[in-house]
């Protein structure tokens, strides 16, 4: 049971990418999905999250109206397009699930490998 995101990159500030959250060895329909990111020298903070049929989504403040979290139960991936990027975006990005619909780190699990995303100049 585990859950893999991908996605990441080297991008300019202004730029977009697309993270992908897949999973393996169980069915994410029923789970709460949630972004979150850990940056240099600083602790993992929550960046998303989406509930178990996409239905309600929140966000963190810095990244309301830049990104975008969906999910296609079908394919068992959850998505985060992320607009307008900003050097301050620059962190490992992880997903992780949890059965209910909160952005309290210590509810979710199933941490997968994260993705690099810097964003520079």
């Known amino acids: 049971v585990q859950l893999q995101a991908f996605g990441g990159g080297l991008v300019e500030p202004g730029e977009s990418l697309r993270l992908s959250c897949a999973a393996s060895?169980?069915?994410?329909?029923?789970?709460?999905i949630g972004w979150f990111r850990q940056a240099p020298g600083k602790e993992r903070e929550f960046v998303s999250i989406i509930s178990w049929n996409g239905g309600t989504t929140y966000y963190r403040d810095s990244v309301k109206g830049r990104f975008t979290i969906s999910r296609d139960n079908a394919k068992n991936t959850v998505y985060m397009q992320m607009n307008d990027l900003k050097p301050d975006d620059t962190a490992v990005y992880y997903c992780?699930?949890?059965?209910?619909?909160?952005?309290?780190?210590?509810?979710?699990?199933?941490w997968g490998r994260g993705t690099q995303v810097t964003v520079s100049s």
């Open positions: 060895g169980f069915a994410l329909d029923y789970y709460s």
């Open positions: 992780a699930v949890a059965p209910i619909f909160t952005t309290t780190e210590e509810s979710f699990t199933s």
